[in-house]
């Protein structure tokens, strides 16, 4: 009988989950609604959306999260993706 070789999620002894091999995802991922402040897309539920007015109306509150996506640090270090 044939054994089928099924891919674990878990792929090292002790990790629990598979590692990411892109370093310009965010670590862990944030817990709250953030915008880029580069492109202006938003973060919600570890997921880059884009949705202007949400953006608009975070920009307009004082002290709304910010950061930098992916796509925008790639093209701050000139390490274009397809």
């Known amino acids: 009988m044939a054994r089928l070789a099924?891919?674990?999620?878990r792929e090292e002894i002790g990790q629990r989950t598979a590692r990411s091999?892109?370093?310009y995802l965010p670590k862990g991922g944030s817990k709250e609604t953030a915008y880029c402040r580069g492109?202006?897309?938003?973060?919600?539920?570890?997921?880059?959306?884009?949705?202007?007015?949400?953006?608009?109306s975070m920009k307009r509150r004082a002290g709304s999260p910010t950061l930098v996506c992916p796509a925008c640090k790639r093209m701050e270090d000139d390490n274009p993706a397809g």
Not at 6 to 9: E, L
Not at 39 to 56: Q, S, T
């Open 6 to 9: 099924h891919k674990s999620p």
């Open 21 to 23: 091999a892109s370093v």
């Open 39 to 56: 492109c202006g897309v938003l973060y919600r539920n570890k997921r880059w959306v884009v949705d202007p007015v949400e953006v608009e």
